[in-house]
């Protein structure tokens, strides 16, 4: 007998489920009989929604409770001796530097990995402006915020670097 899966119902029905600490077993109501056994370890690690039973302290969630307890650390560019500041950038996904000097900058970052160009080059110059309700706002002396501008061009960076 040939089987096709146009011949399968489309949403089969299971004849019974055994759940037990290591395994989940289905029993399909097909002919000929089917059965799929599932290891939960193996579930659960890929599983699309987030488990968080399984968070533990070297990942931290974006929540901003949990970020006010355990706030960021902000690292001296000038004084950085140890991968302390890689451990919260691997673990919060985002991690601020302070004090770089600009002719140290390219250094610093290709220490880090690898420099990609975009198409304003390497290392380019980003203005910001206030929102004012004057007519000339400054071109300069605000802040940047957190964001993730540039991030969808050409490949998939390890990390982006805001200066």
Request: charged share 25%.
């Amino acid at each position: 007998m040939e089987l096709y899966i146009s011949d399968r119902p489309e949403h089969p029905l299971p004849l019974s489920v055994e759940l037990n600490e290591e395994t989940l077993t289905i029993d399909w109501d097909e002919t000929p009989a089917h059965r799929s056994i599932f290891s939960v370890e193996w579930l659960l690690k890929n599983s699309y929604d987030p488990q968080p039973e399984l968070e533990s302290d070297s990942y931290i969630f974006w929540d901003k409770a949990k970020l006010e307890l355990r706030s960021p650390q902000t690292y001296n560019g000038q004084t950085i001796n140890s991968d302390s500041w890689m451990e919260q950038l691997f673990s919060l996904g985002f991690v601020i530097l302070e004090n770089i000097p600009p002719e140290k900058l390219e250094s610093f970052l290709s220490s880090v990995a690898p420099i990609y160009n975009v198409d304003y080059g390497k290392i380019f110059a980003l203005e910001t402006k206030a929102k004012t309700k004057e007519s000339i706002p400054p071109g300069d002396g605000c802040p940047l915020p957190p964001n993730n501008d540039l991030s969808y061009w050409g490949g998939h960076r390890l990390a982006q670097f805001l200066y």
